[in-house]
Every structure is written in structure tokens, then in C-alpha cells.
């Protein structure tokens, strides 16, 4: 086990929460976008999480941790919203807007927030450890 591995880890850990917040925070964004009925609406973005297997990454030391594999994307099919004072409605008056749930992406948003905090207190305590390990061969 490398000294540094909680850092690695957490810092993986880090990223990929900072990853998914901009992710939730795009779709909050973008919940009220309307587009013509013949075009796909705003499509959600899923950031896809992937564990990293301790050690066997031995070029980069892998001490575990996650990775972003990619980005998924939501549906363009979306929900029909009367509309008729839109300039991009139809002549039925229906625009295209994205079919988000705003409860589940401020459920994600709290998750993600609170795993990016969790991820940089371990950083801290391995922080202070490692400086209290230090200053017992100093003194």
C-alpha cells in the first residue's frame, strides 16, 4: 500500500462527485428549455460511475477508488406543454420541454454534495495523520 493512497482515492472520489454535481446542475439548468415538437428536447445527462480495482492499474498505482466511464444521456422524447403564445409552437400551440424530475435531481444533487464532502474529509484526516506522523520521527 502506497503512503498516499487515500489521497488518490478520495481525490478519485472528489472528482467524480464535482462531475456529477455539474451534471445535476446542467439538467436544473436546462428544465424549462422549450424546443418545436419535431425536435428532441433537452436531453438529462448521468454521469456513469466505474470502481477502480485496487492495484491493477500498476502504471498509474491505483489505490482503487472510481472513475468517470462516461456520460449517458436521458430521453429527447420529452412532454408536449400547451403553449400557444410560444414562438416555437405548433399550430396545435404545443411546445417540447424535457421531461426532468426536479425532486429526484435535487435528491441528487444533496447525495453528490454530501459525497464530495464526505471524500474531502478523509482527505483531511489522512492530511493530519500523516502530519502527526511527521512530527513523531521530528521530535
Not at 455539474?22 to 425536435?39: L, P
Not at 400557444?84 to 424530475?101: E, F, W
Not at 493530519?128 to 512530527?135: G, L, T
Amino acid at each position: 500500500m502506497a503512503l498516499f493512497d487515500a489521497f488518490r482515492a478520495s481525490g478519485s472520489g472528489m472528482t467524480l462527485a464535482r462531475k456529477w454535481m455539474d451534471a445535476v446542475g446542467d439538467n436544473i439548468a436546462n428544465v424549462n428549455n422549450v424546443s418545436r415538437t419535431d425536435e428532441d428536447a433537452f436531453r438529462q445527462r448521468f454521469i456513469v460511475a466505474q470502481a477502480n480495482e485496487y492495484g491493477t492499474d500498476h502504471t498509474a498505482g491505483s489505490a482503487g477508488g472510481v472513475k468517470v466511464a462516461g456520460v449517458a444521456f436521458g430521453s429527447g422524447e420529452g412532454r408536449l406543454v400547451y403553449d400557444p403564445s410560444n414562438a416555437l409552437a405548433d399550430d396545435k400551440g404545443y411546445v417540447k420541454m424535457p421531461d426532468i424530475d426536479m425532486n429526484s435531481q435535487m435528491g441528487q444533487l444533496i447525495v453528490s454534495q454530501r459525497a464530495y464532502q464526505a471524500n474531502a474529509a478523509v482527505i483531511e484526516r489522512a492530511r493530519s495523520s500523516y502530519e502527526a506522523a511527521i512530527n513523531i520521527g521530528a521530535k
